[in-house]
């Protein structure tokens, strides 16, 4: 079975910095493009970053732009999404998924892994 397991997510103060991972199982890392989404309270699922199966292409969402990075061990099977100058807005379940897709934007969710609460307080 595929399965993705996201950990990291804590309570963080507005202009903190929080490393997010994302275990990967069931797959070759190369057989999926892999990307993040966030769901704040009350909102829907948005993408966030994806990293293409081929290692080198990512894809931003601009709102986090020069403050999220996105990398990824193939070795290790694990994803991370490296969150820096954090504010409020970022505050949100996180959840890592493998995706049709990832070129200059991220493609729909084939397999969802549970999340990891980020709190980003002012």
């Known amino acids: 079975d595929v399965q993705l397991q996201a950990s990291g997510g804590g309570l963080v103060q507005a202009g903190g910095s929080l490393r997010l991972s994302c275990a990967a199982s069931g797959f070759t890392f190369g057989e999926y493009s892999i990307g993040w989404f966030r769901q704040a309270p009350g909102k829907g699922r948005d993408g966030v970053s994806c990293?293409?199966?081929?290692?080198?292409?990512?894809w931003y969402t601009n709102s986090v732009k020069g403050r999220f990075t996105m990398s990824s061990d193939n070795a290790k099977s694990m994803m991370y999404l490296q969150m820096d100058s954090l504010n409020p807005e970022d505050t949100a379940n996180y959840y890592c998924?493998?995706?049709?897709?990832?070129?200059?934007?991220?493609?729909?969710?084939?397999?969802w892994g549970q999340g990891t609460l980020v709190t980003v307080s002012s």
């Open positions: 998924a493998a995706v049709m897709r990832c070129t200059d934007s991220i493609g729909s969710p084939i397999h």
């Open positions: 990293i293409n199966r081929d290692g080198r292409t990512t």
